[in-house]
């Protein structure tokens, strides 16, 4: 069964503890993307990767780590550098850099700051 | 420069009625459209999507939209809202791979 996977689904984390969320793809995409959501927005895009070992910032990028090691794997790191981390983390991936295809996405990780 | 906007931050419907979700757009170059549902806490999902094809496009769980570049819309209908359909869409703009503009999210409520 093809697919995205994020893990954890919610995430507590204490203020000043960095906090790494997880996103895998078995889809064989080429492309991974990290997005937040805030209540009443569209989502932003943190970070983006289109080939391993390489990837770019997005719009909102400051507070964020990413690496991109293997194909299938995007993890996202928030460090205590990010002001107000409390959002609905999406990760997406995307089949073809060269064409316009739609972004697949996750199922979201929860992160509340305590 | 891109950017979208959703007319209509809420939007409520009988069941059985038409739904109608207003988004217009801003592209500098021909634009790739897309719409995607959210139900409560999971990720987005693709209805539809246009590229320079057919300017109406059908998308799944029986919605449609139509480009119209004149107007620089791309409105999201359905004939007849299901409970089902309750959820918050996404109008979604590009004309670069990694640079989508998404939209503030119409939240469609449907009422019985």
């Known amino acids: 069964d093809g697919g995205i996977t994020q893990s954890p689904k919610y995430l507590f984390r204490k203020e000043g503890q960095n906090v790494t969320l997880s996103c895998e793809q078995n889809?064989?995409?080429?492309?991974m993307y990290w997005y937040r959501q805030d209540p009443g927005q569209g989502l932003r895009l943190i970070y983006y990767s289109q080939i391993v070992n390489d990837f770019q910032k997005g719009d909102i990028a400051e507070g964020y780590s990413v690496s991109r090691e293997k194909k299938e794997s995007f993890p996202l790191t928030v460090t205590s550098a990010q002001k107000n981390p409390t959002a609905f983390y999406l990760c997406?991936?995307?089949?073809?850099?060269?064409?316009?295809?739609?972004?697949?996405f996750g199922p979201g990780t929860r992160l509340t700051v305590l | 420069a891109q950017s979208v906007t959703q007319l209509d931050s809420h939007v409520s419907v009988s069941e059985g009625t038409p739904v109608l979700l207003r988004c217009n757009y801003s592209?500098?170059?021909?634009?790739?459209l897309f719409w995607y549902v959210q139900h409560p806490n999971k990720g987005l999902q693709l209805l539809l999507k246009?590229?320079?094809?057919?300017?109406l496009v059908k998308g799944i769980n029986g919605f449609e939209a139509e480009f119209k570049k004149s107007e620089t819309s791309f409105h999201l209908t359905k004939p007849s809202a299901h409970m089902s359909d309750a959820a918050e869409y996404f109008c979604v703009v590009t004309n670069n791979n990694n640079d989508m503009r998404f939209g503030a999210g119409t939240r469609l409520t449907v009422k019985p």
């Open positions: 889809l064989n995409h080429d492309a």
């Open positions: 246009y590229t320079s094809a057919a300017t």
């Open positions: 592209s500098s170059y021909s634009p790739s």
């Open positions: 997406a991936s995307r089949a073809d850099r060269a064409l316009l295809n739609e972004q697949f």
